[in-house]
């Protein structure tokens, strides 16, 4: 009986110190990375491969890549091929049966979100187009990130029913959080609904409809182009002819075409930041991306 008793405070010991143990998360992106914090909360410890900094289309892998992939419970990407210069190889080589493609610890966040810019066409990468199944800077928008916030939960809780409730009351505080700063912030941009800008690369299509913002142009001739002195000359006749007066550009291009269109038009250069991290202040987290970007805007159009 005594056995059978200590045998049993054995396995409730082992339980919990399981359900103690935090839930390794890897993101793709840093944003992911902030999205599952909201919701994990202490429960999981997240963290993203590319740092905001980087283009997420573009990341160098680091053997320390290879170790977080290595020990992860949940892997979340962005999909839409946003990854595929970098992230296969590195999934292959981290062993790691967990997250596999297909698997539990498996999540592609794009399957549950809007998506713009859906190819009608045939789906090609050709002509550097790394855009090529919709675009995959959707996380920009805040109704997106509620969208990705409940997926997450879903798969925390699949992963980790014993903190299901747990979660599901992190998601609830998060999805409240959120509704209260999208209000702040579209209120902020109401008076700028319209408005005409033309951005570097095509990462802000969910942001400039969530905010009623016109996208005239880009300084790319297609998404991972770089410019060119004949799609150049085009942009500048139509900021010029449709008077746009701010360009968008991510912090991690070169700012001499941006600069030089603008000498030319008369706009702005103003850096928005696509991801969390992308500065070294004030994107810490997804609220602060949206403060700050918002901020940056702002001034550029008033
Ligand atoms: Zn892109």
């Given at each position: 009986m005594r056995r059978i008793v200590l045998m049993l405070l054995l396995i409730a010991g082992a339980t919990n110190a399981f359900a103690a143990d935090k839930l390794k998360v890897v993101t793709t992106i840093a944003d992911l990375a902030s999205l599952a914090n909201e919701v994990g909360g202490d429960r999981v410890d997240a963290i993203s491969i590319?740092?905001?900094?980087?283009?997420p289309h573009f990341v160098e892998p680091k053997p320390s890549f290879l170790l977080q992939l290595r020990s992860a419970d949940l892997l979340i990407v962005v999909g839409l091929e946003l990854e595929i210069g970098w992230l296969p190889p590195l999934l292959e080589q981290s062993r790691n049966d967990k997250i596999r493609q297909g698997a539990r610890g498996y999540h592609d966040v794009s399957q549950g979100v809007e998506i713009l810019?859906?190819?009608?066409g045939a789906v090609t990468r050709a002509m550097g187009d790394v855009h090529p199944l919709g675009n995959p800077h959707y996380w920009l928008d805040p109704a997106n990130a509620v969208r990705i916030a409940i997926q997450i939960e879903n798969r925390l809780a699949e992963l980790r029913p014993a903190d299901s409730k747990y979660f599901e009351q992190r998601l609830n505080a998060f999805k409240i959080k959120i509704n209260d700063a999208n209000k702040r912030w579209v209120a902020e941009m109401a008076p700028y609904r319209g408005a005409k800008i033309v951005t570097?690369?095509?990462?802000?299509p969910n942001f400039a409809k969530h905010f009623g913002l016109d996208v005239a142009g880009y300084v790319e001739p297609k998404p991972g182009v770089p410019p060119s002195p004949s799609h150049t000359f085009e942009l500048i006749n139509l900021m010029k002819a449709q008077h746009v007066k701010v360009i968008c550009m991510e912090p991690y291009f070169d700012l001499k075409t941006p600069q030089s269109v603008a000498a030319q038009t008369g706009a702005k250069v103003v850096v928005l930041y696509p991801s969390v991290g992308g500065a070294k202040t004030g994107t810490n987290d997804y609220f602060q991306l949206f403060d700050t970007n918002i901020a940056n805007l702002m001034k550029a159009l008033k």
């Open positions: 590319a740092k905001g900094y980087q283009d810019d859906r190819p009608t570097y690369h095509n990462s802000w």
